[in-house]
């Protein structure tokens, strides 16, 4: 059996890129790194934009949070079929568009722990399409911070109940 005292506590990292400078958390890299610009954005006036590349090229972005509620805005504007918006969560790819994508939200759960979030762009050999660059805006990530304790290390097998004295006084356990 287990107690909390916080339960549904809750922290919340978003990130809408408005101040016009990247998080130090995020790095970035490739044949150009990621900007912060004002030309596009879901909401406010600002987003951040895949890096400038030539063909055979890649620009990416990276980022390591806490599991819980992952989600983003992305827009695409890319040769279709050739040149890729990709992101991923621990080195596996959950998205893949290229084309017209307008902004369009990609959410899901993270599993408790820590996870490596990769935003990235890459192009072919040839041909440029579109504004040739992805987009994306409004991250945020709700992590549940709950703190779970063992009343009894081990309840008997088949027991019902067990005695428990709290280990401060409240009304939230």
């Given at each position: ?16 890129f408005e101040s016009g400078v990247f998080d130090p958390a995020f790095t970035t890299g490739g044949n150009a790194g990621w900007t912060i610009t004002t030309a596009t954005a879901h909401s406010g006036t600002r987003s951040a934009r895949a890096g400038v590349i030539g063909h ?118």
């Amino acid at each position: 059996m287990q107690y909390t005292a916080n339960f549904g506590a809750l922290t919340e990292q978003a990130d809408g890129f408005e101040s016009g400078v990247f998080d130090p958390a995020f790095t970035t890299g490739g044949n150009a790194g990621w900007t912060i610009t004002t030309a596009t954005a879901h909401s406010g006036t600002r987003s951040a934009r895949a890096g400038v590349i030539g063909h055979s090229a890649q620009s990416w972005l990276e980022r390591t949070v806490s599991g819980g509620t992952l989600s983003f805005w992305y827009r695409v504007s890319s040769e279709t079929d050739y040149d890729w918006f990709n992101f991923y969560v621990n080195g596996d790819r959950l998205i893949r568009r290229s084309g017209t994508v307008g902004w369009t939200q990609f959410s899901m759960t993270l599993p408790a722990g820590e996870h490596l979030l990769r935003w990235e762009y890459t192009k072919d050999i040839s041909v440029a399409s579109g504004s040739d660059t992805v987009w994306i805006d409004d991250l945020t990530v709700v992590a549940d911070q709950t703190d779970w304790a063992d009343i009894t290390p081990l309840t008997p097998l088949g027991a019902a109940e067990t005695t428990w004295t709290p280990p401060a006084v409240g009304d939230a356990y």
